[in-house]
Nanobody, 116 residues
């Protein structure tokens, strides 16, 4: 059974940092492209960026470039989202998505709240 579990969310002050983790079980994470999304209340889900399968190549939405970084630890079957210089508008539920031609999996999400 495939499962993705996000963790690392929480309450952080503006300007602070968080590192989210997405741990996979039941699949070899490295063979999937993994994307991070977020959804704030009343807003549509938006793509933040991703890391391409079998590589360390990443791409990001313009609004997070320079602040967010995605990277893998293949030994831990984990993909991370490092978020720096957080703003109140980054408050949302954050989700990871693992995609391959034969599978598309989502985690349950982790809440990030940026507030003083």
């Amino acid at each position: 059974q495939v499962q993705l579990v996000e963790s690392g969310g929480g309450l952080v002050q503006p300007g602070g940092s968080l590192r989210l983790s997405c741990v996979a079980s039941g699949l070899t994470f490295r063979s999937y492209s993994v994307y991070w999304y977020r959804q704030a209340p009343g807003k549509e889900r938006e793509l933040l960026g991703g890391i391409i399968s079998n590589s360390d190549t990443t791409n990001y939405a313009d609004f997070v470039k320079g602040r967010f970084t995605i990277f893998r630890d293949n030994a831990k079957n984990t993909v991370y989202l490092q978020m720096n210089s957080l703003k109140s508008e980054d408050t949302a539920m954050y989700y990871c998505n693992a995609y391959r031609f034969d599978g598309d999996y989502w985690g349950q999400g982790t809440q990030v709240t940026v507030s003083s």
